[in-house]
């Protein structure tokens, strides 16, 4: 399950309870052998990721491409737990040889943004997409001309 310890179990959780999101398959019962749950599991994310492939618009994905490729800078956004994924694809994209920058904080990227010129790209990332503060930068963002 990807945590360290019970602790972090609890906060992850803890997490997903307040986001409406299960952390935890609602297959798994509380019966279930290791290699029943541990099964459980992956059969649930892999059905996920099968899913997710199906619908994935490729058309998206290639100009997503094009923008990150031809970007002057790109700004990676996340809050929460989602922050955490931003941060590491700052990390990676700075293989790119590209100016990256990453925040945690709404303020910041709020600033970020409006600094934002042609050739920036913004990348806002959130697990349900429906995270209020990066929804409302999403629609700001739309009404500049740098791509989100």
């Known amino acids: 399950m990807d945590t360290r310890g019970f602790p972090d179990f609890k906060l992850h959780l803890a997490q997903s309870l307040a ?10 019962n509380e019966d279930d052998s290791v290699e029943s749950y ?13 899913h997710v492939r ?34 590491d694809a700052m990390n990676k994209f700075f293989r790119f040889n590209v100016p990256v920058v990453y925040s945690d904080d709404i303020v910041l990227q709020r600033m970020s ?3 934002c010129s042609d050739g920036d790209v913004v990348v806002l990332i959130s697990h349900t ?20």
């Open 19 to 28: 986001n409406g999101t299960p952390y935890v398959n609602r297959n798994v």
């Open 38 to 50: 541990t099964g459980k599991i992956f059969e649930s994310a892999m059905a996920t990721l099968d």
């Open 54 to 87: 199906h619908s994935l618009d490729k058309s998206a994905i290639n100009r997503a491409v094009d923008l990150l490729t031809q970007a002057k800078k790109i700004a990676f956004f996340g809050l929460g737990s989602s922050a955490a994924v931003a941060h």
């Open 113 to 115: 943004c409006m600094n």
């Open 129 to 148: 997409g429906r995270t209020k503060n990066l929804v409302e930068l999403g629609a700001a963002g739309t009404r500049k001309t740098t791509p989100w």
